[in-house]
């Protein structure tokens, strides 16, 4: 399979390996996702497919998502994604209303998770961008000041300036995790290490690029 699915954080944990050591993980709600819809080249200029994750109840959905989903007496899903395929020949193993689950993958597989990393709000530059801050005693009064942002000759501040900010709350994705564990019956996934955002966070879950 060449697309990915659809979850959400549950939190993060340990499991011990099979000699003994702790692992880190981070444990994802995985699917099932429905498959809600094929683009096509021919049709639509790109190749693509669907998916809807997570069903609701009617009136948490509106009217046009609503009206689509039962046109097509599918499940009535909270969250559509689009997964890009390289061409309409990858099509020809997908349908519509195609049930994809935690088993597209196995363990020791690695992965791509993409979400919404935490909100911090407005910081300074020594949490947002790692300064080390000006020194601590003899009469200092800039301990925590970014410093000078530029010279005089240009007499403006350069685009790219690191400076305080919003900071968080974008999209991340944290490449290659490893698979640990997989259980299917209860749609869970055991990934080594950290992913984005907090608990309850929506995440897209491919199979790496890069490995």
Do not use: W
Not at 57 to 83: D, G, H, M, S
Not at 145 to 164: E, H, Q, Y
């Amino acid at each position: 399979m060449s697309i990915g699915l659809i979850g959400r954080k549950l939190g993060m944990s340990h499991i011990f390996d099979k000699t003994g050591s702790i692992v880190p993980v981070a444990v994802l709600e995985t699917g099932p996702c429905y498959i809600t819809a094929i683009k096509s080249m021919e049709k639509d200029g790109y190749s693509s497919v669907q998916l809807g994750y997570e069903e609701v109840a009617e009136k948490k959905l509106n009217k046009p998502r609503l009206n689509e989903l039962k046109k097509k007496n599918l499940p009535l899903c909270r969250i559509l994604k689009e997964f890009r395929v390289k061409g309409d020949g990858e099509l020809k193993e997908f349908g519509v209303g195609q049930k994809l689950t935690v088993e597209i993958f196995k363990e020791g597989d690695y992965v791509d998770v993409t979400g919404k990393s935490i909100g911090k709000g407005f910081q300074g530059v020594m949490k947002r961008h790692k300064f080390h801050g000006g020194p601590a005693t003899h009469g200092s009064m800039s301990h925590r000041a970014p410093g000078s942002i530029g010279g005089t000759d240009p007499a403006r501040v350069f685009k790219g300036r690191r400076m305080s900010g919003h900071m968080g709350n974008r999209k991340v994705t944290v490449q290659n995790l490893q698979i640990v564990k997989i259980i299917p019956e209860e749609n869970l996934v055991f990934l080594r290490g950290a992913v984005p955002g907090c608990a309850q966070n929506y995440l897209i879950i491919r199979k790496a690029l890069k490995k």
